[in-house]
């Protein structure tokens, strides 16, 4: 079996012992949740670190991580295969004022529309701008997507890589 190529990103206030990252770890054990640190740079040459001798990357990113991961496949598109983004920090102030040329990647999103830290409609925007392969899905959620992220069908989410997911459990 291939190395996993999927990973997950979290948020400015989680960790990888967080909701989410847990909840991924038991649908996907061979799935990275790495903890991040520091500032945004910081935070986005960490991610480089891990994922730069590898390509075909499904990116799983919440809030700050979902920021991460845009970047990263803006900068780096021939090293991702599929983003889902859950409410992605979009509305961070650098990517407001310059946001990246346009990629053609696969992406998926979901965003509370009761989300109160970065309003939807706003993220939404910034998303059509950027993402020219978008699936944008609005959920009656909040930011953390709790409701969401524990009600979601993970394998479709991912799926419509062929039998990647399948590879993924080794069967």
């Not at 640190?37 to 991580?65: F, P």
């Not at 109160?116 to 609005?138: D, G, M, S």
Request: glycine share 8%.
């Amino acid at each position: 079996m291939a190395k996993c190529n999927l990973i997950f990103i979290h948020g400015l206030q989680s960790s990888s012992q967080g909701d989410k990252a847990t909840l991924l770890r038991g649908l996907y054990p061979e799935i990275l949740t790495p903890d991040f640190s520091g500032n945004l740079e910081a935070r986005l040459a960490q991610l480089d670190r891990i994922i730069a001798d590898r390509r075909d990357w499904i990116i799983i990113g919440s809030s700050l991580g979902g920021l991460m991961a845009t970047l990263t496949a803006c900068q780096h598109p021939e090293r991702i295969k599929k983003l889902v983004l859950l409410a992605p920090a979009l509305v961070w102030p650098d990517f407001v004022e310059n946001p990246p040329a346009p990629v053609n990647v696969p992406v998926v999103i979901y965003h509370g529309e009761g989300d109160t830290v970065v309003p939807i409609e706003i993220a939404r925007t910034l998303a059509q701008k950027v993402f020219t392969n978008l699936e944008f899905h609005a959920v009656e959620d909040d930011h953390g997507l709790y409701k969401t992220a524990h009600a979601l069908d993970w394998a479709s989410t991912i799926e419509g890589l062929g039998g990647w997911v399948e590879g993924l459990h080794g069967l």
